[in-house]
Nanobody, 117 residues
Framework: QVQLMESGGGLVQAGDSLRLSCTAS????????MGWFRQAPGKEREYVAH????????IYADSVKGRFTISRDNAKNTVYLQMNSLKPEDTAVYLC??????????WGQGTQITVSS
């Protein structure tokens, strides 16, 4: 089992940057694909980005492509989400998730990002 804890959220202004971190417990972190999702009030959970377990591939939702960068440091059991040029529509709870198969199996409590205009 993997336990995930996100950090780095906060209140920022449009155009600002923020970096989220997600630290995982356990010694098998390097075997998991890691993803970021977000959920805004009254909306469904939305895929943001993910990085494969090797770190060789990164995939992004169109809404964040070119602004967000996902990366991982397996030595620190941590995945990051660098968010630049933030927009008010990026306001949401951001959740870190992990999977070894086709389904996202584990997720954290989330961290709130609020972007003011």
């Amino acid at each position: 089992q993997v336990q995930l804890m996100e950090s780095g959220g906060g209140l920022v202004q449009a155009g600002d940057s923020l970096r989220l971190s997600c630290t995982a417990s356990g010694r098998t972190f390097s075997l998991y694909d890691m993803g970021w999702f977000r959920q805004a009030p009254g909306k469904e959970r939305e895929y943001v980005a993910h990085i494969t377990w090797t770190g060789g591939s990164t995939i992004y939702a169109d809404s964040v492509k070119g602004r967000f960068t996902i990366s991982r440091d397996n030595a620190k059991n941590t995945v990051y989400l660098q968010m630049n040029s933030l927009k008010p529509e990026d306001t949401a709870v951001y959740l870190c998730e992990a999977r070894r198969g086709p389904r996202w199996e584990y997720w954290g409590q989330g961290t709130q990002i609020t972007v003011s205009s």
